[in-house]
Structures are given as structure tokens and as C-alpha cells.
């Protein structure tokens, strides 16, 4: 499931792509054919499926006939589980007024579907009768799945399919290098069918490339969750066009994106290059603070966003070493490369607060010879 936002923004639905780009002025000589209007059951739970449902919300008064939200159950949290977390998405939901299912702690096991999605005896799924998913995070099971039309099914993915299936795949793109142009991948967003049984295998119907570079996990997934959920509302605009058109995914660009612990924030500087620490760092430090480990305490760090010229103190010193440049006094660390290090700027220790690196210099390196440390 992707990270929670602080904040949550209402998206604005924008504008029809002109049919023929090459045209100053588009003119119709006909009238729009009308938009189908469909009952949406709507499942999400945190900031991504907030601005994805913002989408569709807007679009409301052409598209919806009527909408239901399905969230999570609220978590107690905090220390001795006194504080409760409430997903996201309900609270905007019931702030917009839009009915709103809070699912029990066994979530869809023996869930009971909304009574409109009862299908007619013996007939097939209602065509108007639509399930959307967005960072939901739980796999739909098929009991669910079978009171819709295969392709009524749909969720709204942070990857352009088939790369990056799972749990984590905007993190993951960001630390591989999909976001910088270094894979000779892009990121962007997926409009899918619900694959029976198994996360992200079914059928695309629409795709769209957007990644500025060099951005974080926190820049990053705003900008997917409003470019999905502008794509979504036009794959829902000619549904049927776009179901015509789907393809099923191939399996040569495909890999996993498996969810994020604590052991993938530590850096081994022997086998990561400085600007694979700072994609590290981008891709997980908003959950997960890089960390490392001097004798035998733990160290949390906050680096620089990009990597800097290895400064000559570090040119012979071998990778996990970090040291005080005294030209401009950043402290730096060698990285498995020669060519470039990173800037520490703040530092925790276990139990601690953060500190500034400088200050934490001072204190670690006291009664020490050299000018040096190394952390592995």
C-alpha cells in the first residue's frame, strides 16, 4: 500500500485532448455522443486513491449514476494503541457527502456486496455496474469479481504494466532509476482490468507515461495519483471503445514490486554507487531513513538529494568512509564509485533525536585519531 499524505486536494477535471493535434481549433459538426452514466463501487484506502476518486467525484454529474466508497477498517495506532488512524479516502468521502462502507476486520472474507450489484437471476452482470480499485490494498476475491462484467473490473496502477507489479512500484521504479532515464524505462500509470486471484496480470486498457526526474517518493506520487485518475475518467468517458482495445500484458518487461521493511534502507556502501544512494534515499527515506552502523550502534542518515565530486580526502579511503572536506566543511561519504560521494547533513542515533551532521561530527569523532570514520 503507498504511503498516506498529509494532505489531500480536490482534482479538477480537465479539459477533452483535442482529436487532431495538428489542428489550431477543433470544430464539431455533430453534437457528443452522451456518456453512459454507471453505479461505481469504489474501493481505496489513502492518498493515491484519494486523488484518483477527486477524479472521478468531479466528473460526477455525466458519469455517475450512483458511487459507493469501500475502505479499510480504522487502526489503533500509536503507543499502547491509543491513537486511531482512519483511512484517508473515508474521510474525504464523507466529507463530499458519498456513501461510504467501512469493511470489517476480516475485510471481503464473507463480505456481502452492495445490494444493487445483485445481478438479475440467471442473467448476466449489469453492463452499468462498474468496481474500481486504486492503492486499495487488499486482492479483490473472485466471489466479488463475478458479480461484474470482466472488464466493468478496474483499478488504477502507478506503473506502466508490466513492469513493476505489487505493492511498492512507484518506490521501486524511483530506486532503480525508471524515474532519472536510467533503465530506459519510464514510469506512469495504468488503467487495468482486475486480474483474478494474482495483483496486477489484467488486461490494459489505457497508459500514460508522466515522471519528472530526479523527483522523491512524496513529489512523485501526487503527480501519478492525478494523472491516473484523469485517465481513468477518460477510459470511463468511451468505455466500451477501450475495452475493445484491450491487451493483455506481455511477460518480457515484467517484474515485482514487493513491498518495503526496514532492511532495504540499509546502504551497503561497498556495493552502491553515490547516485544509487540517493535514488535509495528518494525511494524509501520518507518511510524508511537510510541507516548504517558505527561499531555497534545504528545510525539513521539524512543525505544530500544528488550526489557530489568525491572530494581528493576520500580519493584513497575505501567506500563507507566518511570524512570533513575542508574546503566548503560538508561532511562526505565514499560510495563504491570514485568519482562521486554523498553530503551527510543530519544524523540519529538509536533513541535519539536528530541531530546535524556537523554536531554529530564533533561528538563522534573526539578523542579520535585522523580525520576520518567509517561506517559500514
Known sequence: MLAARSSIKLCT????????PHKRRCLS??????????????????????????????????????????????????????????PPLR??????????????????????????????????????????????????????????LPLNALNVHPSLLPRW??????????????????????????????SRGKFDRGRILAQQPNVPPHANFLALEPILARAGGELLVSVLRTLEAHQERAQPQGEERACLAPKLDKGCARVNWSQTSAAEVCRLQRGVGHQYPLW???????????LSHRPIPLPAVLAD????????????KQLVLRCSDSVEGVALTEVKKEGGK?????????GASAGRKGAQLQVV
Open 13 to 20: 477535471r480537465s479539459r477533452a485532448p483535442c482529436p487532431n
Open 165 to 194: 507489479r505489487g505493492a511498492a512500484p512507484i518506490q521501486r521504479g524511483i530506486i532503480v532509476g525508471d524515474a532519472d532515464g536510467v533503465t530506459g524505462e519510464s514510469m506512469g500509470v495504468t488503467v487495468q482490468e482486475l
Open 354 to 362: 536528530w541531530v546535524a551532521a556537523r554536531d554529530w561530527w564533533n
Open 29 to 86: 459538426t455533430s453534437p457528443a455522443p452522451p456518456t453512459t452514466r454507471r453505479r461505481f463501487l469504489f474501493f481505496g484506502a489513502d492518498a493515491f486513491s484519494c486523488d484518483v476518486f477527486s477524479s472521478l467525484h468531479s466528473a460526477r454529474a455525466d458519469l455517475v449514476d450512483s458511487l459507493t466508497v469501500v475502505v479499510p477498517p480504522d487502526q489503533r495506532t500509536g503507543r499502547r494503541l491509543k491513537e486511531v488512524h482512519r
Open 292 to 302: 548504517t552502523a558505527l561499531a555497534d550502534a545504528q545510525l539513521q542518515l539524512r
Open 91 to 148: 474521510l474525504l468521502a464523507e466529507e463530499l457527502g458519498v456513501n461510504t462502507i467501512a469493511l470489517p476486520s476480516s475485510l471481503l472474507k464473507g463480505w456481502q456486496a452492495h445490494p444493487f450489484l445483485v445481478a438479475e437471476s440467471n442473467g448476466p452482470p449489469p453492463a452499468a455496474n462498474v468496481l474500481l480499485t486504486a492503492s486499495f490494498g487488499h486482492l479483490i476475491p473472485t466471489s466479488l469479481l463475478s458479480l461484474f
Open 317 to 328: 579511503s575505501p567506500p563507507g568512509t566518511v570524512a570533513l572536506e575542508p574546503t566548503s
